[in-house]
Nanobody
């Protein structure tokens, strides 16, 4: 079992940047795939980006490609989401998630990102 804790959310103006962090604890030696999801008010949760356990496969949703970057520091058991050129449409609660296999089993509590126009 692994526990995930996100941080780094906040209020930012359109065009600004934020970096979210997600620290894992517990059974962190397993080879987890990692992802960031988000859920905006009144909308379903959607995947933003995904990195497989080895880091050689990365996916970005079309809406964030070329603006967001996922990275991981295994020594710190941390996954990051660097967000640039933020838009009001990026306003959501952002969650990190981990899995050994489908489905996404482990979730953080979420961190709020609000982008003002």
């Amino acid at each position: 079992q692994v526990q995930l804790v996100e941080s780094g959310g906040g209020l930012v103006q359109a065009g600004g940047s934020l970096r979210l962090s997600c620290v894992a604890s517990g059974r962190t030696n397993d080879n987890y795939d990692l992802a960031w999801f988000r859920q905006a008010p009144g909308k379903e949760r959607e995947i933003v980006t995904f990195m497989n356990w080895s880091g050689n496969r990365i996916y970005y949703a079309d809406s964030v490609r070329n603006r967001f970057t996922i990275s991981r520091d295994n020594a710190k058991n941390t996954v990051y989401l660097q967000m640039t050129s933020l838009e009001p449409e990026d306003t959501a609660v952002y969650y990190c998630a981990a899995r050994l296999d489908a489905p996404w089993r482990y979730w953080g509590q979420g961190t709020q990102v609000t982008v003002s126009s």
